[in-house]
């Protein structure tokens, strides 16, 4: 794992997310958004271990899986601005985002790419081929019917399939102390998958078991889960204001942010912070 590298695709996505937010407060940007600040750091550090050929299939929160994916950063804003540069025309939005030349779908319904996750990695295994698909989902999305039919599918069918639960320990204000009969990784390993938890923000953890298991994946061609208890810093959207979250638990959580953390390693931190600043603002002006 290159520190750097890591840290300096983090930085792009905070400030990219950073950035929607200022240019919703400017009325450039029409609807609503999900920021994954906070999470940033799972699909960067699971995109180094994928080919261009491997799908990733995203939610509502989907802003850094496209970042992490390659999508062009241009057309990716176009299209949230509503502008026609962008994937989709500006039709799609913050929660569909389409590129058929990365192999990233997502759409907004909780956990509603995950069944089709499974067709992706079907395929795959259809065509003897060595791609696999990732499919990110939320603690939220483990209680809709389909996504639990889906993990079971996923294992009687022997798909090539890496499912990512990011949970941030609300499914938009409800705790998932009050939502979950069980933990979320008991669910999972009841179908019989291979499936490990990731505490803390735990990078260094991460990074090792997405090699492991991609690996896995793709060459016995099984499906894998991981499980990341991670914490979003802002709201569930970009209107909430957090008032259901204790401010200790929010500490806590803040003082494990995989940026700052990684932040206090490199030396040319500053360096890396001006690029990508101007890179992004220079991306913004040519859309507007």
Known sequence: MNLEEIYEKILLIRTIENKIDDLFKKGLIQGTAHFCIGQEYIPVIISQ??????????????????ISKDLDIKKFLAELMGNNLGFNSGKGGSQHILSKENNFFSNGITGGMVPIANGLA???????????????LGDGAINEGYVLESLNLAVVLKLPILFVCENNLYAMSTSTKKSHSSEIIKKVKGFGMEAEVIEDNDFKKLDELSKKFIKKVREEKI??????????????????????????????WFNKDVLKIIEKELINKEEIQKKIEKKVEEIINSIK
């Open 223 to 252: 499906p894998c889960f991981i499980e990341i208890r991670t914490y979003r810093h802002c709201g569930h959207s970009k209107n909430d204001q957090n008032l259901y979250r204790d401010k200790a638990e929010e500490e806590y």
């Open 49 to 66: 271990y994928l080919k261009k050929e491997d799908s990733i299939t995203s939610n509502h929160r989907g802003h850094g899986h496209a």
């Open 122 to 136: 079907f395929a795959n295994k259809f065509k003897n081929n060595s791609n696999i698909t990732v499919a990110f």
